[in-house]
């Protein structure tokens, strides 16, 4: 165990000593890495941001029902009562008169003149069965349902969905599916270009450094001994890249933080981005450091495998 522990602190204190002597070799393969893992992050930010903003709209979205005046409270509850057992349904809200006329002032506080306007005539807005579907898509069935000859003798007016909102979610979901594609199509672009970059270091790398590891091998090295610290220098590139990627982000937010605190560029909600990097950055940290060590190791793998072809010497 002992010798174990010394061999593998050999072949990392090597690896170490290797990136500081390529350092200035390794600045494109870094560089493309800190794109590729910035281009992740960036990714992850705008889909938890545009799932958000689904979402706070999706919670606004109703079914109403508006119940004629000459509605019983009777036949109303027995409405509901039907309604709830839906299994389409999340929750069903009756309001009476009154509180429908409470509801609607308070929506509509700001508006003195529509406000007045009411004020000034008898209580003009009619009971309503508010509606919650558990999934948009189950809408048409919930409105098939309360639109029954049985039911809708007892509407006095079209039944509504909020259908400007789910068109809203409607654009933010197809544009949210054109980010993920463009996320994942960047992504293994520059992932290919990170490893091809990496794979042509490290080929340098041994090529610099032949006589030495002809060395190595003559002495009796192991390849797993020769190829480690090639390993441990690719995974020094990855946790470089991926620090340098997530301080980009925070700088980004940080000198945007000023102006674009409350600020939306469409339907891309700034506050909430900088909230959500904030409230999850060690986790992201924790995943750019797995994914810059994982491209890192595995393009230094590749590039041993195809060019460390050692034999151990015969004794």
Same mark, same amino acid.
């Given at each position: 165990m002992g010798r174990r522990r010394t061999t593998f602190a050999?072949? +990392?204190?090597?690896?170490?000593?290797?990136?500081?002597?390529?350092?200035?070799?390794?600045?494109?393969?870094m560089a493309t890495m800190i794109i590729t893992l910035t281009i992740i992050l960036f990714s992850v930010i705008v889909n938890a941001t545009f799932g958000n903003t689904i979402q706070q709209i999706t919670d606004k979205i109703d079914i109403s029902v508006y119940l004629k005046?000459?509605?019983?409270?009777?036949q109303a509850n027995e409405f509901v009562s039907n309604i709830r057992k839906l299994s389409s349904v999340d929750s069903v809200n009756y309001l009476d008169?009154?509180?429908?006329l409470k509801a609607f002032i308070k929506q509509n506080a700001g508006n003195d003149k529509l406000l007045q306007a009411v004020n000034e005539t008898d209580n003009p807005l009619p009971a309503t069965i508010k509606i919650k579907p558990k999934d948009l898509n189950q809408i048409n069935q919930i409105r098939q349902y309360v639109t029954r000859p049985e039911w809708q003798?007892?509407?006095?007016?079209? +039944?509504?969905?909020n259908g400007d909102r789910r068109a809203t979610i409607d654009k933010i979901t197809h544009a949210t599916n054109i980010m993920r594609r463009a996320g994942v199509i960047a992504v293994v672009v520059f992932a290919l270009i990170s490893v091809l970059i990496i794979f042509n270091t490290i080929q340098m790398a041994i090529f610099n450094r032949r006589d030495e590891l002809q060395i190595m091998r003559l002495l009796g090295a192991s390849t797993g001994y020769i190829r480690g610290p090639f390993v441990i220098e690719t995974i020094v590139y990855g946790v470089v890249s991926a620090v340098i990627s997530i301080l980009i982000i925070n700088a980004l937010f940080v000198t945007a933080s000023s102006s674009l605190q409350a600020t939306s560029f469409g339907l891309l909600d700034i506050s909430y981005s900088q909230q959500f990097f904030q409230e999850y950055y060690w986790r992201l940290l924790l995943m750019q450091l797995g994914l810059g060590i994982l491209i890192g190791a595995a393009s230094s793998v590749i590039a041993t495998q195809r060019y460390l072809k050692f034999k151990s010497p015969k004794k």
């Open positions: 050999r072949i +990392v204190r090597t690896g170490l000593l290797y990136f500081a002597r390529n350092a200035w070799l390794a600045m494109a393969a005046d000459t509605v019983t409270t009777a008169k009154k509180a429908a003798q007892l509407q006095s007016d079209p +039944v509504s969905d």
